[in-house]
């Protein structure tokens, strides 16, 4: 995993992501599913149980990925990169809406934004050796 910028960074990522997923539920109880506003972990990014399980899941697919292969972690470091590029931008519109299923807050914005920057400063510029399954000549 030394010579993996991918592996190294899905695992970390990944293990703060289940982290962040369990100690939010610390904070939600009475909260809504599917609360627009929602509890403050560490006193300033809301969270919800939805949120709460996102983060679970997202942490899962990292770990799993950076202990497995450079490819794979390649793989899930860009496709959560992009996700959570998307979130934080769109994430401004959302809040104060019904459409805030995730209970996001601008503090949650900028640290989906940088996640963003990290996954997919790593999943796209490191190892570009690592070739793409769907290019890889059989």
Avoid: Q, W
């Avoid at 997923?21 to 599917?34: K, N, Y």
């Avoid at 919800?48 to 794979?72: E, Q, W």
């Avoid at 503090?107 to 490191?126: I, K, P, R």
């Amino acid at each position: 995993m030394r010579t993996s910028p991918n592996r190294l960074v899905a695992t970390i990522f990944g293990a703060v992501y289940l982290l962040v997923g369990l100690l939010g539920f610390a904070v939600t109880g009475g909260v809504s599913f599917i609360a627009t506003e929602g509890g403050l972990l560490l006193g300033i990014f809301a969270v919800n149980p939805l949120h709460n399980v996102a983060h679970l899941l997202i942490g899962a697919a990292l770990l799993i990925a950076g202990l497995s292969n450079a490819r794979a972690a390649k793989a899930v470091n860009t496709a959560v990169g992009a996700v959570y590029l998307l979130l934080g931008i769109v994430g401004f519109f959302l809040v104060g809406t019904a459409a805030n299923i995730l209970a996001l807050n601008v503090a949650d914005h900028f640290l989906h934004l940088a996640s963003a920057v990290v996954l997919l400063g790593v999943g796209l510029g490191a190892e570009r050796s690592v070739r793409d399954s769907r290019t890889a000549v059989a």
